[in-house]
């Protein structure tokens, strides 16, 4: 780019990051572009001033580049102006002066991640509109003025085998915020939506692709604990009923060799499952002496409860008190562990490794090699519905984490809070079936974290007059 401190790039190079795409400069060459790869998998994303004092022959390059396949993203549109959709269509549209609004409504098209078509967001903002009824244009995002009338500030032009999206959100100054904390709030969400759906788009990354969610309670099953059985059949059957087919995991300490069998013959006839709930002993892992010999213990007891009840322990831990090190996470990978799953601000120390944009924003903790990745999870009160939508947003798993004194299943639970603690999931439940979630075991999404897109390569090129291309290609 001519001025890389051009905001809108830093949004594009933000979310690439989002995505695990490296990023490559390359410097202008005479106020040429140069050469464009020809293909899906490439994002060209460009100053809408910029693209419009473009030659013909430069605009027809990128138009053909489109039409086979690439992403084009536009912004940094001034109000008061006409643009043209040209090279793709003949038409054109009036960029409004910005105008107060009171909130927003998104479409319905495949190009918007699918936990966001159709919803809408009360949020007093002042953004430029424009009207695209003349137009062969797909609105993604209508703005709701304050005379009731709706204006259109995102929208889509499908040419070829490619898309074209046109923001016309200011490019204001990216902050370092978070980006999925960004997605919880009605304002920010709606000025970083563009930027995700030109990264996406041009990945191959479909805004159909499932969401995952997962309930997960920690100890239980414990020993001697007969009488909660008819409260474990009330709790998991209101569950069915809500989210039919929903999974539920246990974090099972392994030295609790002797519960209910009619306790894990109901988990069993449930959608449940098993997880470790430390190696052996609900202690804090960071004080044990010898990792081999309380694994050796633990992988010992771990064989004879599948064998006592016919069941199977999920490569995953669950450490009491959420509390690990270094040197357990790698013992864990040693050990043949997916992942550990912790409190999504459990650690901060680890966050702070990673750049503002990305803390608390990626599909897990990438710890690094030799490690375990740790999985986040989230206590009812913080699956807010904005907290949620951000994560399906983003295609993240939603894994919410209970104790049994929140859920109906301790041991002596007070009759008057029983109604009350059934529906501790029920605003995740309603969610999910709203979004159509898949229901799915820890273990499942620990596996699907290894996507293809997180082995993809990206090559940014720099384009003089404000331009950046992303090359997206298989590594």
Same mark, same amino acid.
């Given at each position: 780019?001519?001025?890389?401190?051009?905001?809108?790039?830093g949004l594009v190079r933000q979310f690439a990051d989002l995505?695990?795409?490296?990023?490559?400069?390359?410097?202008?060459?005479?106020?040429?572009?140069?050469?464009?790869?020809?293909?899906?998998?490439?994002?060209?994303?460009?100053?809408?001033?910029?693209?419009?004092?473009?030659?013909?022959?430069?605009?027809?390059?990128?138009?053909?580049?489109?039409?086979?396949?690439?992403?084009?993203?536009?912004?940094?549109?001034?109000?008061?102006?006409?643009?043209?959709?040209?090279?793709?269509?003949?038409?054109?549209?009036?960029?409004?002066?910005?105008?107060?609004?009171?909130?927003?409504?998104?479409?319905?098209?495949?190009?918007?991640?699918?936990?966001?078509?159709?919803?809408?967001?009360?949020?007093?903002?002042?953004?430029?509109?424009?009207?695209?009824?003349?137009?062969?244009?797909?609105?993604?995002?209508?703005?709701?003025?304050?005379?009731?009338?709706?204006?259109?500030?995102?929208?889509?032009?499908?040419?070829?085998?490619?898309? *074209?999206?046109?923001?016309?959100?200011?490019?204001?100054?990216?902050?370092?915020?978070?980006?999925?904390?960004?997605?919880?709030?009605?304002?920010?969400?709606?000025?970083?939506?563009?930027?995700?759906?030109?990264?996406?788009?041009?990945?191959?990354?479909?805004?159909?692709?499932?969401?995952?969610?997962?309930?997960?309670?920690?100890?239980?099953?414990?020993?001697?604990?007969?009488?909660?059985?008819?409260?474990?059949?009330?709790?998991?059957?209101?569950?069915?009923?809500?989210?039919?087919?929903?999974?539920?995991d246990f974090a099972w300490t392994p030295n609790h060799r002797?519960?209910?069998?009619?306790? *894990?013959?109901?988990?069993? =006839?449930?959608?449940?499952?098993?997880?470790?709930?430390?190696?052996?002993?609900?202690?804090?892992?960071?004080?044990?002496?010898?990792?081999?010999?309380?694994?050796?213990?633990?992988?010992?007891?771990?064989?004879?409860?599948?064998?006592?009840?016919?069941?199977?322990?999920?490569?995953?831990?669950?450490?009491?008190?959420?509390?690990?090190?270094?040197?357990?996470?790698?013992?864990?990978?040693?050990?043949?562990?997916?992942?550990?799953?912790?409190?999504?601000?459990?650690?901060?120390?680890?966050?702070?490794?990673?750049?503002?944009?990305?803390?608390?924003?990626?599909?897990?903790?990438?710890?690094?090699?030799?490690?375990?990745?740790?999985?986040?999870?989230?206590?009812?009160?913080?699956?807010?519905?904005?907290?949620?939508?951000?994560?399906?947003?983003?295609?993240?798993?939603?894994? =919410?984490?209970?104790?049994?004194?929140? *859920?109906?299943?301790?041991?002596?639970?007070?009759?008057?809070?029983?109604?009350?603690?059934?529906?501790?999931?029920?605003?995740?439940?309603?969610?999910?079936?709203?979004?159509?979630?898949?229901?799915?075991?820890?273990?499942?999404?620990?596996?699907?974290?290894?996507?293809?897109?997180?082995?993809?390569?990206?090559?940014? *090129?720099?384009?003089?007059?404000?331009?950046?291309?992303?090359?997206?290609?298989?590594?």
């Amino acid at each position: 780019m001519a001025d890389a401190r051009e905001p809108f790039a830093g949004l594009v190079r933000q979310f690439a990051d989002l995505r695990g795409v490296p990023v490559r400069f390359s410097p202008p060459d005479g106020g040429m572009l140069p050469p464009l790869p020809s293909r899906p998998g490439t994002l060209i994303a460009i100053g809408a001033e910029s693209f419009e004092r473009l030659a013909s022959s430069e605009r027809e390059r990128v138009r053909s580049s489109v039409e086979r396949g690439a992403t084009l993203y536009l912004r940094g549109f001034e109000p008061g102006h006409y643009y043209t959709l040209q090279p793709f269509t003949d038409s054109r549209f009036l960029v409004s002066p910005e105008r107060s609004v009171s909130g927003y409504r998104l479409s319905a098209d495949p190009s918007i991640p699918s936990a966001l078509q159709n919803e809408s967001s009360d949020a007093d903002l002042e953004l430029p509109i424009s009207d695209l009824s003349a137009t062969p244009a797909t609105p993604l995002l209508f703005a709701r003025c304050s005379t009731g009338k709706e204006g259109v500030s995102i929208f889509a032009l499908r040419y070829g085998e490619g898309l *074209v999206i046109y923001d016309l959100f200011p490019s204001s100054s990216v902050d370092d915020d978070p980006i999925l904390f960004r997605f919880t709030d009605a304002a920010k969400r709606c000025a970083n939506l563009g930027t995700l759906i030109a990264i996406d788009s041009a990945t191959g990354r479909s805004s159909r692709r499932q969401a995952f969610f997962n309930l997960v309670i920690d100890d239980r099953p414990v020993d001697f604990d007969y009488f909660s059985c008819s409260r474990l059949n009330r709790f998991l059957s209101h569950l069915e009923a809500r989210f039919p087919g929903v999974h539920v995991d246990f974090a099972w300490t392994p030295n609790h060799r002797h519960p209910s069998h009619r306790y *894990v013959s109901m988990l069993k =006839a449930f959608n449940c499952g098993f997880v470790w709930h430390g190696c052996l002993q609900h202690i804090d892992h960071n004080k044990i002496n010898s990792l081999t010999k309380e694994f050796a213990a633990g992988k010992s007891a771990v064989r004879a409860l599948t064998r006592r009840f016919g069941i199977t322990f999920q490569p995953i831990m669950i450490f009491p008190f959420e509390s690990s090190n270094y040197v357990v996470l790698s013992r864990l990978l040693h050990e043949g562990f997916l992942a550990s799953v912790e409190g999504g601000a459990a650690r901060p120390d680890l966050e702070r490794l990673l750049p503002g944009h990305l803390q608390y924003s990626t599909p897990a903790l990438d710890v690094g090699e030799g490690f375990v990745p740790i999985l986040r999870r989230y206590p009812m009160k913080k699956l807010t519905r904005q907290m949620m939508l951000a994560l399906a947003t983003l295609g993240y798993p939603i894994i =919410a984490a209970a104790h049994p004194g929140n *859920v109906l299943l301790r041991r002596f639970t007070h009759s008057g809070k029983r109604g009350e603690l059934i529906h501790h999931f029920d605003s995740l439940l309603d969610f999910a079936k709203e979004k159509r979630l898949s229901p799915s075991s820890l273990e499942q999404i620990a596996s699907s974290l290894s996507s293809p897109l997180q082995s993809w390569s990206n090559e940014v *090129v720099e384009f003089p007059d404000g331009a950046l291309t992303h090359e997206l290609k298989s590594a």
